[in-house]
């Protein structure tokens, strides 16, 4: 299943380059409506594995994407992929401004739901593992959790100017040295720091209980939970991926030379002191997510403390590769647990674990295995669409039809919203009609919305930009699919035919893009037609290059259950089913699970 296969029917493979990225947008010399594209304040830098963008400083950008591939290359040296062969595509990590602005976008992470965790513990993070690629993103700036509010001196110190000014002398006039004005200024200073970010996490206050939330930290954690689901692609528990996560969001590099992990975050004595623990046995047997009561004492310490106590056990180890095995296999998070023994001596070691000193390792490592990256500046022109493609997301899902009126009204309103944004696209797409990433989001935006025509139009607009796109060709395919799937009977097969022409000239454009091997396979599931052997190799393919992506692992278990491939099915549906997050895919591959045997 994860073998290489090209698709000989679609055309010949051009040469594989290892981790594709997604198509690069035009250079700085783009012309848009007659004038040039000038450069924006956002860079992107790529190395191997990662490509992330960023409106901060390219000192601070340069810094993260280097110690995500010294991250990359730590998880392979720990988990025993160092020099393996790697086809999968990048992580595309964006990172955005402050909490408020990261709000703004209104990201629902319909695949990715942590904890749940005490409120004081949010979450800002997004991440997607699509058909195309995955998508992550995260605010750049540092927050906090405020364990126990303290009294804020946006509200202490207009009080204090107030008792430590001189009296005014009551003939001056309001001058910039008459108290009262500089009194509202104070006061207005203050106002403006207490106002910062999602919950004011730079606030000054005082008596407060606190411990930071470093925006690195999310970031690393992200990623590490990212390499684990797509290079390890199982059903797990979701406390283990939280866990793993966390784990790794205290690395830190010295130097060219070394890296750390596993060294406690600040503030986890505050956490587990000011939170009552969850039962260790509601946590393995995955209890503890339908308790209401765990949202109000799990946080990512815990999840820390429990995955780092097993990782560097010597005794524990193997129990935790034996109760991992069990899920993976199908297996019930309760019964997996036995694998543990006494759970309530496991509670106590767990007790009395964070009472000494903690390990942590450090790696040394050649410099070359960890390349800088290659960082340039965006265009205004592609800056634009930079929230529109992690947007896109939340956007074009929608609820499945129900004949619940309450269901059915949010599937009503999902699609309101929906097409609202995607109106306001179509106007900034119009603006950049010489944009390459404006009309491969457009199409894209167009076709997963059910649009054909209009997709065949924007894909149309980036073949002008772009003749030959891979993406923009993609797309094109999936639009004349679309819509010779609405014609009449009898010009239906000549219709599908060129689509399939299409989606060949795209196979060919780029071998190692997973989009068109979706679309290839989809124009013979869609049209209810017996699917080619080859179809079915390239929707292999597809997955093993977009392993954390649950759409191409379900289509794949439908495809392998149809043949009768039982055993394969099972492999395929299993982390989708019962996967550490969820996802709408996971209904429908519970159901098809329940019908093999």
Known sequence: MRAILALG???????????????????????VQGQRDRPSNWRQAETDHVVVISDGSEKELTRIAHNLERLHFLLSVLLNRVDRPDNTRKLRITLVGNGAEFDAMDLANLRYSPGPYARVFPEPAYYDPREDGAVFAASRFDQ??????????ANILPDLVRATTPA????????????????????????????????????????????????????????????LVTYFPHAYPRWYVDGFGELFATMAAEGDAKIEYGRAP??????????????IADVLTGRYLSDRKAAERWTPLHAWALTHMLFFSNTR??????????????????????????????????????????????????????????????TEGEA??????????????RPPASTDPKLDKARRDAIAHRDDWLRSLRRDAARYPANLDAQLLLAEAECRSGNGTECATAAGKALAIAPGNGDALAWRGVAQTRIALAAPAADRQAMLKSARVTIARANRADSENPLPLLAYYRSFADAGEAVPDVAIEGLMKAADTVPAAPAPRL?????????GSTVAARGALLPVANGPYGSPEALPARALLATLK
């Open 9 to 31: 029917l679609i055309g010949t493979a051009g040469n594989a380059v290892a981790q594709e990225a997604n198509p690069p947008g035009q250079d700085a010399a783009i012309v």
């Open 384 to 397: 634009a669409f930079v929230k529109g493609r992690l947007e896109l997301g939340s956007r074009v899902e």
């Open 317 to 378: 180890r193997d129990q935790l590769h034996a109760y991992l095995a069990s899920i993976a296999a199908g297996e019930s998070m309760a019964r997996a647990a036995a694998a543990f023994g006494d759970l309530g001596k496991l509670q106590a070691e767990l007790a009395a674990y964070d009472n000494g000193k903690l390990p942590f390792e450090q790696m040394s490592y050649p410099a070359d295995r960890a390349g800088e990256p290659i960082v340039r500046r965006l």
């Open 168 to 227: 005014a002398d009551p003939a001056a006039g309001a001058s910039g040295e008459n108290p009262g004005t500089a009194a509202a200024l104070a006061a207005g200073q203050a106002g403006s720091i207490a106002r910062f970010g999602r919950e004011d996490p730079l606030a000054l206050s005082v008596n407060e209980l606190a411990v930071p939330i470093s925006a690195e930290g999310r970031i690393y954690a992200g990623y590490a939970r990212h390499f």
């Open 266 to 279: 600040d503030g986890l004595r505050k956490v587990l002191d000011r939170y009552a623990r969850t039962p």
């Open 144 to 153: 906090k959790a405020v364990l126990e509010p303290g009294q804020s001196l």
């Open 555 to 563: 289509l794949l278990g439908e495809a392998l259950a149809a043949r």
